[in-house]
């Protein structure tokens, strides 16, 4: 590395406000030459070893500021993570004391919730959501949530990350994942655990909070949003009109009493159709006990028993007149008379009024 280099690299240490052997270490252990001015190795003493300056020669060479170098083992430069450091942490909490920090937390959800199940057990996934408000007078750094083992107070476990910083009056929303539970009163401590000034984890003693939930578990087997104990056709999903139970033909009569339920109908039919309205349903499968005979003529309303829902037919005659002449014996005048006689047959077919 050259000396102008050096010398930057000197400059933006300055403008950064680090200090300078801090950035010739660092660019020691990048580049395994470590490379000090001699003023500074005078200064921290057997820190390197200077090297020996060049004997002047006849020939006029530019000055130079004598560099030291020393040759360092190249270390890896571990993988950065969000932990704060301790420079961070002083920056950011400069003369911040323990009462200074204070926060507020407020539930979001309800206390009371219902969950829907379709087989009986415990309800698993329900989340409660709440916020963290800092009402203190520093920053909230590297903020978690644990939740304490009620059976063991020492043990935690992080259940919720607040943002890197979380300024003064500035709030977060967060969410906390319930264990099963089953239907009842359940609650939950959790304690705010940051960093203080020395980048030491802390908690406020005495500041835990707790979440609430009193759980009711509704069984519903055939998932139709109405609960078993409502529903009067649980393994079958239907409408809450029908209390429960489905109605394939949508006509108001629920499958498990309709004589047709594939066919929308009436209810005085028990579900099947009367299309032509003549009281004899066009369908009945025999199974529905109590119905008319099925509509031997479902597009023609008729009344005749014997042929059910199909018109009553009958031969009828019209009235006709005739002249009927009678001799009544050998040279006598015949005598005629008028008399009517049935003509002209047609078929009359009774249909419905």
């Known amino acids: 590395m050259r ?24 660019v020691g252990r990048s580049t395994g030459m470590l490379l000090l001015p001699p ?16 004997t002047a020669t006849s020939t006029r060479t530019p000055t130079q500021t004598p560099i030291v170098m020393l040759t360092a083992t190249p270390t890896p430069i571990p993988t950065m993570t969000p ?16 009462d200074d920090f ?16 379709r087989t009986a057990g415990e309800a698993e996934g329900l989340q409660t959501r709440f916020v963290i408000t800092n009402t ?4 909230l750094l590297g903020g978690v949530v644990l939740g304490m083992d ?7 476990q992080i259940v919720a990350t607040l943002p890197p910083l979380l300024e003064q009056g500035r709030r977060t929303q967060l969410t906390y994942t319930w264990p099963p539970l089953s239907a009842g009163e359940h609650s939950v401590r959790l304690t705010l655990q940051f960093k203080n000034a020395q980048c030491k984890d802390y908690n406020i003693p005495d500041r835990e909070f707790p979440l609430a939930v009193n759980l009711t578990v509704v069984l ?3 998932d139709d949003t109405i609960p078993d104990a409502r529903d009067a056709c649980p393994d079958a999903a239907g409408t809450a009109a029908l209390q429960g139970c489905p109605d394939r033909d949508s006509d108001g009569i629920p499958d498990k009493v309709d004589c047709c339920p594939e066919h929308p109908g009436a209810s005085a039919f028990k579900g099947c159709p009367d299309t032509d309205g003549d ?38 005659f019209d009235r006709c007149m005739r002249q009927v002449c009678v001799v009544p014996g050998p040279g006598q005048e015949p005598v005629c008379v008028d008399e009517s006689y049935e003509c002209n047959p047609h078929e009359v077919c009774e249909t419905c009024p």
């Open 3 to 26: 000396a102008k280099d050096v010398g930057l690299m000197i400059k933006l240490a300055g403008a950064v406000g680090l200090p300078l052997i801090v950035v010739l270490l660092l």
């Open 279 to 316: 009281g004899f349903p066009e369908r009945n499968d025999g199974t529905c006990p109590g119905l008319p005979p099925v509509d031997q003529c479902p597009n023609v309303c008729g009344k005749d028993p014997a042929t059910p829902g199909c018109p009553m037919c009958q031969i009828v």
């Open 102 to 117: 204070d926060f507020e937390v407020q539930q979001l959800s309800p206390v009371t919730q219902t969950v829907t199940r």
């Open 83 to 98: 932990t704060p450091t301790p420079l961070l942490c002083a920056a950011v909490l400069a003369s911040c004391m323990y």
């Open 136 to 139: 203190g007078n520093c920053r």
């Open 39 to 54: 003023a500074i190795c005078k200064a921290v003493t057997g820190l390197c070893t200077p090297m020996p300056m060049a």
């Open 220 to 222: 519903d087997r055939d």
């Open 150 to 156: 009620p059976d063991n107070l020492s043990a935690s």
